[in-house]
């Protein structure tokens, strides 16, 4: 394991934890994905970085729970991923885990205030009563209001981008995945792009796992995990 | 949200929802309409006639007999004496009778000899009682009351004077030019064959064939219309009469009666037992009809099935959206459904609109054209069952798409495969 694990006394609560996690798709041969370990703190944001086909977005896929190890244990602050059932861990998702995708990450044809609410729905919660942080995020997140009721359709890639990271922010998630959400980005707008991030990250109390295979956006994060130095016998899918 | 998020999507798709829903409209419309016009045939049919216990005619099977005398269609085989008439008519539980004579016609419409009778106890759909437009029943010898039909069609007009022609045929070579008709009154339209009749009186059937012998005119003996006046006119025979009875309860015995009648072979018709047998017989048609429309139904809802699968494709995005915000793949089948559900109902909204200004628009032509009056609510039960089953097959259709719906969102996961 190549993640550098600072040496703190307080006790260990974890936002994930992975135990000797395998993973493979249904038919092949080998483990497709092998992690022995990796513990994130609140607050340490987790750089991963890899080519496409380096497992990363199977990795994701396990991270936010929408596929299961075949064997080991992943724990989502005291929760145990590995064991719980399907719709479980659907919920779980919406309630403590946000997702930004490289691009075309909202709904098209729903308002950009809709899309930031959409999470809520799928939380069971009452849209209505998180209106009030939508707008607060969008605007934090350089959106004024005349922007909320456009169709999502009608932003620039920048400003969807944006309105995803809201998105996932909503409900302070536990956990932040972010799959190369800057690929789309030219130089400047990534760079404040980073920044926003980041900030409201920490502003939400939310640890971001963040995925993309440019070494320049390594400097953010203090927490690395290469994809192609993985262990042994893992073969790309 | 669902709702807003299945709404939306339609929305943002509104162009191929719209044809979709344009073709199921078609279909639905269609499907209804005809079993609206199937019920309203079906009614105007069994109501040709009403109130109206027994019709009488010489011995032959019930349907000729109904035909001949209710729809004008066929021949009699034979007549009923002026005198079994007479004797029958005077049978106590007979209320009234209406006598029938055919055989003549008009440019294709048949002449119908009757008496004042007629005109008073002639009922249909329930208890209406045939009403006049215009002019007066028949008093004079030579007048005539026509259809509505007839009039509107050959475009005749009160005090026109008009020549009967010797049987049933569109084309006559022999005609009564001698002892012309005058029109002293044009019935209101019934929707019942009574429309396509020339009524005249029983005694001016008489005049007209006074001077003929065996359907061709006597030669060398000629009446004319004013020496015919002067004779006695007394028909010696009539093709079929209708019964009212004084109690609808001696019905079966009067029946049995007049078909055991010794003087002459009779038979006695129970006229909705009578329908209802020609109905079945013609019913045939009306269900191939109906079967047909099912099938157009059916090639709608696989349209709609064939747009939401295509759409699956561009949506791959969508799908990985919602899983990445929380939802379970059984939470974007129920959202491909929500969405045929809403197409569906939609159209059968738009349908049963569009049906029923289709009828109010096509009442009139209905009526003056067919004779058929048609009622514009097409609600009713078997419509209602019919729109279950529409709904039923649309979701039962719809499960293709949304079964895919859920298989991308269970395999897919995050990722988008295109």
């Known amino acids: 394991m190549k993640v550098e694990q600072p040496v703190t006394d307080k006790p260990k609560k974890y936002v994930i934890e992975l135990k000797k996690m395998r993973f493979r798709w249904p038919g092949k041969q080998g483990w497709q994905l092998a992690l022995d370990s990796l513990q994130l703190e609140p607050g340490q944001h987790l750089f991963i970085r890899g080519a496409s086909g380096s497992g990363k977005t199977t990795l994701l896929n396990l991270l936010s729970g929408i596929t299961t190890p075949n064997e080991g244990e992943l724990w989502l602050q005291q929760t145990a991923m590995h064991q719980l059932s399907a719709a479980k861990r659907d919920t779980l998702r919406a309630q403590q885990i946000g997702v930004v995708f490289q691009q075309l990450n909202l709904i098209p044809y729903l308002s950009v205030l809709d899309n930031v609410l959409l999470v809520a729905c799928f939380a069971n ?55 190369e959400p800057t690929s789309a980005l030219d130089a400047d707008n990534r760079d404040a792009f980073m920044k926003l991030m980041l900030a409201e990250a920490n502003e939400s109390g939310t640890t971001v796992i963040f995925v993309s295979h440019d070494q320049a956006l390594q400097g953010y994060f203090n927490w690395h995990l290469p994809m192609d130095q993985l262990e042994q016998g893992v073969q790309p899918c | 949200m669902l709702m807003k998020l299945a709404r939306l999507s339609l929305w943002n798709r509104r162009g191929t929802v719209a044809m979709t829903v344009l073709s199921l409209v078609i279909s639905i419309s269609l499907l209804l309409g005809i079993d609206h016009l199937r019920h309203e045939a079906k009614n105007s049919f069994t109501s040709t006639v009403s109130g109206t216990d027994l019709i009488v005619g010489a011995r032959s099977g019930q349907l000729n007999l109904l035909l001949y005398s209710i729809f004008r269609i066929g021949n009699a085989t034979a007549n009923i004496s002026w005198e079994t008439y007479q004797r029958i008519q005077n049978h106590p539980q007979i209320g009234w009778t209406i006598p029938i004579s055919l055989g003549d016609s008009h440019r294709g419409y048949r002449v119908v000899g009757t008496n004042q009778d007629y005109f008073k106890y002639y009922r249909y759909a329930g208890q209406q009682q045939l009403q006049l437009a215009q002019g007066t029943i028949f008093q004079e010898l030579y007048d005539t009351v026509l259809g509505s039909e ?16 010797h049987g049933i045929g569109q084309v006559s070579f022999s005609e009564h030019k001698d002892k012309p008709f005058t029109v002293v009154g044009i019935l209101a339209p019934t929707g019942t064959p009574v429309d396509q009749s020339v009524h005249v009186s029983l005694e001016g059937i008489e005049a007209i064939h006074i001077d003929w012998q065996q359907g061709a005119p006597m030669p060398g003996r000629r009446v004319s219309a004013e020496q015919a006046q002067e004779m006695d006119l007394t028909p010696k025979a009539i093709t079929a009469f209708l019964v009212g009875l004084n109690s609808r309860a001696a019905t079966f015995l009067v029946q049995r009666q007049i078909n055991e009648f010794r003087g002459e072979p009779l038979t006695a018709i129970l006229p909705g037992v009578a329908l209802a047998e020609l109905w079945q017989m013609l019913s045939m048609v009306e269900r191939l009809l109906l079967v047909i429309t099912v099938l157009v139904l059916l090639a709608g809802l696989v349209g709609m099935t064939t747009t939401l699968l295509a759409s699956m494709k561009e949506r791959q995005r969508e799908i990985a959206i919602l899983r990445a915000v929380g939802a379970h793949p059984r939470t974007l089948f129920w959202l491909v459904q929500l969405e045929v559900l809403l197409i569906s109902l939609t159209s059968l909204v738009v349908a049963m609109v569009v049906l029923m200004i289709g009828l109010w628009l096509g009442q009139d032509l209905l009526a003056g054209r067919y004779g058929l009056f048609i009622g514009l609510n097409p609600i009713r039960q078997s419509s209602l069952q ?23 969102a269970l395999t897919d996961g995050l990722s988008v495969r295109l």
């Open chain 1, 125 to 179: 919660q009452g849209a209505h009563a998180l209106t009030g942080r939508a707008i607060m995020l969008l605007q934090h997140l350089g959106l004024n209001d005349e922007l909320h009721p456009k169709k999502a359709s009608e932003l620039s890639v920048g400003q969807q981008q944006r309105v995803a990271i809201a998105r996932a922010l909503l409900l302070r998630p536990a956990l932040l995945i972010a799959d």
């Open chain 2, 150 to 165: 007839v009039a509107a069609r050959l475009g005749y007009q009160l005090g026109q004077e008009i020549v009967l022609a």
């Open chain 2, 386 to 408: 019919l729109m279950g089953l529409v709904l039923g097959l649309a979701l039962l259709l719809g499960c293709i798409p949304s079964w895919l719906a859920y298989r991308k």
